[in-house]
C-alpha cells in the first residue's frame, strides 16, 4: 500500500493491487481510503502471480480500466 499512495500522490489515477486474497487488510484500509479520496481509482484483484491462467484472468479483469500502476501486494 504504500507503493500507491507514492504512485497516487505522485499523479497516479488508477492502480491495480494485485494479492492472493483479494482482500484488504483492516491495517491497509487507511491507505486504500485516502488514494480513493484523493481521487484514484483503486482496483483490488486476486490472482496467484506464479500461476499462468490466474495471472491472464486477472489482466482481463483489470483490462477494462486502463491501471496506471500494479503491484503485487
Known amino acids: 500500500m504504500g507503493l500507491g499512495r507514492w504512485l497516487v500522490a505522485r499523479g497516479a489515477r488508477k492502480l491495480a493491487l494485485v494479492g492472493l486474497s483479494g482482500v484488504v487488510p483492516d491495517d491497509q484500509r487507511e491507505h486504500l481510503t485516502w488514494m480513493r479520496d484523493q481521487g484514484a481509482e483503486v482496483l483490488i484483484l486476486r490472482a496467484d502471480l ?20 500494479r503491484r503485487h501486494c
Open 50 to 69: 506464479g500461476s499462468r491462467a490466474a495471472v491472464a484472468d486477472m489482466l482481463a479483469e483489470a483490462a477494462g480500466p486502463s491501471a496506471g500502476g
